[in-house]
């Protein structure tokens, strides 16, 4: 009689051992009793199920990375691009995200991957190029829109790289060169236009005062007398150059006296 009433409590004990299940902080549990849901979800913490009754199956919370290999897609107009990006999405609903889908991340990446084929190749190669932000928005909203019903939600979808043809890249490089070039051209001719407005105001101040010529002769042979290794031949109108300094400077005194 002792040796069947140990039996039966160590068949307790097993059974009991058999029933336990341990549900993590970012999990919850969704159990099936008989193959018909059972109750509510189970949180984190110790919990005890029937044995041979009852499954329990865990599902995690956290936010998944989902990448998405490149894919060769072609754009509006007509230009094929490789295009690679990464999903970040969540269960939301433990529940929907085991009995709507049989598997909810397969699932979510071959949406994933159709989607961003769809909405780049809706797109023309500038729009994919500059309008990355919008694109992403556009495919997230696709995502939120297709998934919700798994109980899945799309945080972030990012278009991560992005490779032309190299004839393109040597195209796009031409341009980018050639943009630049008219670029500087145009700086250049403004920098002109500046250049010749100071000479022409300048070419006035000379025809008003015919010394200031002469005065800046002098100053450039001074500039060129800086250097040592320089030999400076005087041309014959240097002379009419001093001569008229010296009468400038006769002139000058002449007047400051009288005053």
Known sequence: MAFAIFIIIIILVLFLITGVRVVNQYQRGVVFRLGKLSGKVKEPGLKLIIPLVDRMDRVSLRIVTLPVDS???ITKDNV?????????YQVQDPTKSIVAIENVGDAT??????????????????????????INESIKAILDKTIAEWGIYVSAVELKDIKLPESMQSAMSAEAQAEREKR?????????????????????V????????QLR?????????SDKNSTIIFPAQF???????????????TESQIH
């Open 71 to 73: 894919q060769q897609i």
């Open 80 to 88: 094929s691009i490789d295009v690679a990006a990464v999903a970040y």
């Open 109 to 134: 990446y071959q949406i994933a991957q159709t989607t961003v084929r769809n909405v780049v190749g809706r797109s023309s190669l500038d729009e994919v190029l500059s309008q990355t932000s919008k």
């Open 184 to 204: 500087a051209k145009i700086i250049a001719a403004e920098g002109e236009a500046l250049s010749a407005a100071k000479l022409a105001e300048a070419a006035d």
């Open 206 to 213: 000379i025809a008003k005062h015919p010394i200031a010529l």
């Open 217 to 225: 002769n002098l100053q450039v042979l001074t500039e060129i007398s």
């Open 239 to 253: 002379m009419d150059t001093v001569q008229s300094v010296k009468n400038f400077m006769s002139k000058e005194q």
